[in-house]
């Protein structure tokens, strides 16, 4: 692999770097970029380092969290005011890859992979990125849509911090304790007054890219979460839905047990 | 492209190599170092074979450009034994008949090691998460999970006696 790594001194100096060839690309912690340049699929002839440009940061401590692009898995895990988030950072691959995989680098993880980002959609987060333009910040649900990359890095991701309980996700893989999902699901379920106020519940492999369910949120919307409830998320759970056939496990039983594991997760069983 | 230097502390000893740009770590212990026992097995980050430390975190060394490891402390399976002893891990790999082909091997006992420097007394399931990102294709897991948790136990009575 001969190519060009590149160590720059700021985002800024990165996302100029990144308009001058399509061969360039931003390098958070290697375990998507680093396995193409080695195996090929797209073409990768200089990499951008992220280190040292302060994309390692976790804020936790207030209503609003921000988590910086090159925030590792690990480093979610190891953090007690993101515990919620622990057994989505733990789904995600053994120890070494929890050391390098970032919550930035998740948000291009391929089919079927990026439960991360799954997550990150049901919170409802923002993602600020930076470009020739300057930082922005944008709907995470419209970036992954596209998941621009050319002249784009992705400096963090900004959720409201879930109340207590509120938050919720499933995976089901065929390997155990690790493996490529064949389905995950992340809910954040809050309540008012007893009843659903605001669910954000999103898919991971049952499309190209992590998905809205947006047809379950609204069947739960308003409803106490009862087995009536459940009920008529349950009828909608695939709506939306275009899985693929992987080997995994093929877009049929994808959509066949999406139901089946919605109905664990909304009705509280196996919850972590 | 003109060759670029990268300097790593390897197994404690300090490495100075002029490698080309985009050579992996793995490469850089294997061809440069001659520390063969990281192996490059799918270089994809699945099989784990190329596991090692950097600055005492487990990566994986076919993931990561040598000179994104620059400056930084790097321990490989030729680390593990200490001053001509077999590291307790070894031992209890040796003994327990936790290899047959021996290519998955270092990057088990790598990752054990992380694991029971981090966590002298793990659970079965905490020593299965940590080698979950090794995959062995010979004797089956029972005997490395047995060898790891062996291990543990011999760790502790060394260290209590």
């Excluded at chain 1, 309980?165 to 809910?187: C, W």
């Excluded at chain 1, 190209?208 to 998320?233: C, F, M, S, Y």
């Excluded at chain 2, 770590?25 to 490059?40: A, M, P, S, Y």
């Excluded at chain 2, 990566?59 to 450009?65: A, D, G, Q, V």
Aim: aromatic share 4%; with cysteine.
């Amino acid at each position: 692999m001969a190519l060009d790594i590149v160590k720059v001194g700021s985002v800024r100096e990165a996302v100029a770097l990144l308009a001058t060839g399509s061969g360039t690309h931003f390098l958070a912690g290697g375990t998507i970029l680093v396995r193409v340049a080695n195996t090929g699929g797209f073409p990768v002839r200089k990499m951008i380092l992220s280190d040292g440009l302060g994309l390692d940061a976790i804020d936790a401590g207030g209503d609003t969290v921000e988590l910086g692009a090159a925030v590792t898995m690990a480093e979610v895990t190891a953090e007690p005011k993101l515990a919620y988030l622990k057994p989505v950072a733990d789904s995600i691959g053994g120890p070494a890859v929890r050391n390098m995989a970032t919550v930035g680098g998740n948000l291009f993880a391929r089919y079927p992979y990026g439960d991360f980002a799954v997550a990150l959609l049901a919170l409802g987060a923002e993602v600020v990125t930076e470009t020739a333009e300057g930082e922005s910040t944008g709907d995470l649900e419209v970036f992954l849509s596209t998941r621009r990359s050319a002249g784009v890095v992705v400096r963090a991701l900004r959720f409201k911090a879930p109340a207590e309980g509120a938050f919720r996700f499933a995976k089901v893989t065929r390997k155990h304790p690790h493996g490529a999902s064949v389905l995950s699901i992340a809910a954040v379920l809050p309540e008012r007054d007893g009843k659903i106020a605001g669910a954000h519940v999103a898919y991971g492999a049952m499309a190209e890219t992590p998905i809205r369910a947006t047809a379950v949120e609204a069947a739960l919307e308003g409803r106490t979460l009862d087995a009536d409830a459940i009920d008529a998320a349950c009828k909608v759970a695939t709506d939306g839905c275009a899985p693929e056939d992987d080997p995994q496990a093929s877009a049929w039983y994808r959509q066949a047990v999406l139901p089946v594991h919605l109905r664990r997760l909304l009705s509280g069983e196996g919850r972590s | 492209m003109a060759r670029v230097p990268v300097m790593l502390t390897v197994n404690g000893r300090e490495e100075a190599e002029f490698v080309e740009p985009g050579t992996l770590l793995v490469e850089v212990l294997r061809d440069k170092l001659e520390l063969t026992g990281t192996r490059i097995g799918c270089s994809q980050g699945t099989c784990g074979a190329c596991t090692v430390l950097v600055d005492g975190e487990l990566i994986l060394s076919c993931l990561m450009p040598a000179e994104r490891a620059n400056g930084k402390a790097v321990i490989t399976i030729e680390g593990v034994a200490s001053d001509g002893e077999l590291d307790p891990i070894q031992r209890a790999f040796a003994e327990g008949f936790a290899a047959q082909c021996g290519f998955c091997t270092s990057g088990m006992l790598v990752a054990a090691k992380a694991l029971l420097d981090a966590n002298p007394d793990p659970s079965r399931d905490e020593v299965i998460d940590a080698i979950s990102g090794n995959i062995c294709r010979c004797t089956g897991y029972e005997p490395i999970i047995n060898a790891i948790l062996a291990a543990a136990v011999d760790r502790r009575a060394a260290k209590s006696a």
